[in-house]
């Protein structure tokens, strides 16, 4: 018999090993170096993706034929690319019951950068009288506000809708009659041109104010652990401002389920329609603060009017100093959650706008404003 022939070293399966190790390197490279195309961004999300924040929306139950509509129309606009006309353009917008009293002011601030923002006025009560050749014929058609009535959201949407025909228009900006300037133009015109977010307020609040809210009736499109809170005083940009204009199925909810007296409680439309919306439709893609400041240290329905006398250069540098966004919850253990407010990963202050202010202090800030926007 031929000698028998031996058995190789066992050399294990090379090819799986090389490719366990292939994969490893694109997996950590990809990690290291986030992708920035449609292909590695399908494959892999990372920070140089649009939509890092935005997971794939999956549905934890059967959903509606309008809730399914829906979803088709939101991740079609969120997943449009985003547009960018030569002359990008704020759109500030003003819910006022009539004449705007600080318009001398905001003509101060908006002087030689007439082509860098647009106006839109609506005027609940009476037609307003301007005073300043940039707000002179930026009336739109109005219709009459009921405090905590659907018909603040109707007027904030009226106002969209006029502002996104201009297609130039990339980020708009809900003001009131009571609202001033913090900053010079230029300041506040790059941090919203160039933010990469919403400056919508968010949070969850547990308490009577918050999910004590919420009716079941909003079944099973809005769920309470979905329920939210915020400032009615948004900036918001271009494409989560089509979203809003898009959207009829959570606002129905909301016009039919959220208004005072409702099941024996309060429910405030323009604290709540916004911050749900967002938080359903682009968590990741909004601050969850306001650029608006509101002192509610006072304790009651409406926040502190600012008068003449209050109106000094510490106050302002107060307000602006500002870099902290605080929630506190409206139950018993009044739980406070603190985050820093980042432009782009920068600490940067939070506010740009300020209300509420008399218009007594309209001389007084004048007086200031040469100064008052440029204190550090």
Sequence with gaps: MS?????PPFKGPRWIITLVVLVTVVVITALVYPPRNSVACYMFSGPGCPFYQQSFFVPTRELTDTEAAAQVVSNEIMNLPESKPANPKVAFMFLTPGTL?????????LRGHENKFSIYVHASKKSPVH?????????IHS???AWGQISMVDAERRLLAHALIDPDNQHFVLLSDSCVPLFDFNYIYNHLIFANLSFIDCFEDPGP????????????EVEKKDFRKGSQWFSMKRRHAIVVMADSLYYTKFKLYCRPNMEGRNCYADEHYFPTLFNLIDPGGIANWSVTHVDWSEGKWHPKLYNARDITPYL????KSIQLAYHVTSDLKKSTTVKPCLWKGEQRPCYLFARKFNPETLDRLMYLFPNYTSLV
């Excluded at 000698?3 to 058995?7: A, D, F, I, P, T």
């Excluded at 005073?131 to 009336?139: H, L, T």
């Excluded at 104010?209 to 099973?220: F, Q, V």
């Excluded at 302002?316 to 307000?319: F, G, N, P, Q, S």
């Design 131 to 139: 005073s300043s050749s940039y707000f002179a014929g930026r009336d």
């Design 209 to 220: 104010h918050g999910s004590g809210r919420y009716s079941r009736h909003m079944l099973p």
């Design 143 to 145: 219709h009459k506000v």
């Design 3 to 7: 000698e028998s022939r031996q058995r």
């Design 316 to 319: 302002l540098r107060k307000i």
């Design 101 to 109: 009293p600080f318009e001398p002011l905001w003509e101060m601030f």
